[in-house]
């Protein structure tokens, strides 16, 4: 029997496959993209499928996806040094997945089922698990930063951290609904309707968050970039002005096109200093300043004139909430009010993903898809 599932081609044999893992065979093994060094770089290896434990399923990756943090690890900058403990280490956490196989214990999944991720694992009961807040976990780990991630043919994902994709969901957007619900949680940690926002950054997030205040219902979106591909894509993602902080004069810009006030909302998703500072010149008295994008080091800011007296409400942004974010994700996709597609902009085999770290680098993409098993779509 060939398995054939909705929007991908014809699947492993799943008997075929079970018996091969039964058989603990040496044919049971996948290609995966690991990090085996404490340097830049990463390598395509043939590694053992993992087994999933009595918690967890293994899923068969159809799409996985190219996160800032993977570029990071990829690079292996200061932060991953600093982050990374576990090598060698499968990378990635983006995924879209078919159910091969669950553990005794999961109930709510089963086979041939359609998942997407989220990837902070929870212990589910310590003082933020237990007040609802598991996405900031006190004893949390992170897929393909401290265990094995997803940029493989198969991965084992924690049965409470799957969440099922409906047929109205397409496949490729399952892969790119926890970064989408990165924006969706910093876009919509407070009131978005009727408000004027400005987005710093248009890298995938960004670009995310100005679909999603657009979908949901802000009137003036105005956004920062330097790179000219990316200044493309928020426009098409539905900014209404894009300025360039190395061209422009923005913070003139900003006040002409918020009659003189300031913009309601800042969403900061660069990490760069300077764009920091011009989002807190640019945002009105008790605007919300929404912080998503991390800085390299540690910054200065002067509290008094630009937080205090201009009582604004500063909120780090960290993941998704678990899983009220997911619905929310799911239910803007389900709406057919986000179109991610301009978003997508390059798709590559899963061995080509130097191709898609390097585009990454360059700044010249949207969100880069890998596709372990088909040919790319
Ligand atoms: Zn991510
Ligand atoms: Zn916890």
Not at 60 to 80: M, P, Q, R, Y
Not at 82 to 95: D, L, N, S, T
Not at 164 to 171: G, K, S, T
Request: with cysteine; hydrophobic share 40%; charged share 20%.
């Amino acid at each position: 029997m060939r398995l054939k599932v909705k929007g991908g081609g014809t699947h492993l044999d799943l008997q075929h496959f079970m018996a091969i893992i039964k058989a603990g065979t040496p044919m049971a093994k996948m290609k995966a993209v690991v990090k085996t060094k404490r340097a830049p770089g990463a390598e395509l290896c043939d590694i053992d499928i993992p087994r999933p434990g009595p918690n967890e399923i293994l899923v068969k990756v159809l799409a996985t996806s190219i996160c800032g943090t993977d570029l990071h690890i990829f690079l292996w900058n200061e932060w991953a040094d600093h982050r990374i403990h576990r090598i060698p280490q499968i990378m990635g956490h983006e995924v879209c997945g078919q159910v091969l196989d669950i553990g005794d214990q999961v109930k709510h999944i089963k086979k041939d089922d359609i998942i997407s991720a989220e990837t902070h694992i929870a212990c589910g009961h310590c003082y933020l698990c237990q007040t609802g807040n598991g996405h900031i976990c006190i004893n949390g780990s992170i897929f393909g930063v401290d265990i094995d991630g997803v940029f493989a043919e198969y991965a084992v994902v924690p049965a409470n951290n799957a969440w099922l994709i409906d047929a109205n969901i397409p496949r490729d957007y399952g892969s790119i609904m926890e970064p989408l619900g990165n924006a969706v949680h910093t876009t919509l940690a407070g009131n978005i309707a009727a408000q004027t926002v400005l987005v710093t950054g248009c890298g995938p997030i960004g670009i995310m968050s100005i679909a999603v205040a657009r979908a949901c219902g802000a009137t003036t979106i105005i956004a920062t970039e330097i790179n000219e591909f990316r200044k493309q894509l928020a426009r098409q993602a539905g900014a209404d002005l894009v300025l360039d902080p190395t061209a422009d004069d923005v913070a003139k810009q900003i006040k002409l096109a918020t009659d003189g006030l300031g913009v309601d909302v800042v969403i900061e998703m660069s990490g760069n200093p300077s764009a920091i500072r011009q989002g807190l010149d640019a945002i009105r008295p008790g605007g919300r300043f929404s912080i998503l994008g991390i800085p390299d080091k540690p910054l200065e800011i002067d509290w008094g004139p630009n937080i205090i007296f201009k009582y604004i409400t500063v909120q780090g942004i960290n993941g998704r909430l678990m899983f009220s974010t997911w619905h929310q994700t799911a239910r803007l996709l389900r709406s057919g009010r986000l179109d991610l597609e301009p978003i997508i902009t390059h798709r590559f085999r899963l061995e080509e993903f130097e191709k898609g770290m390097d585009l990454m680098k360059s700044g010249n993409c949207g969100k880069i898809l890998l596709y372990p098993h088909e040919n790319v779509p």
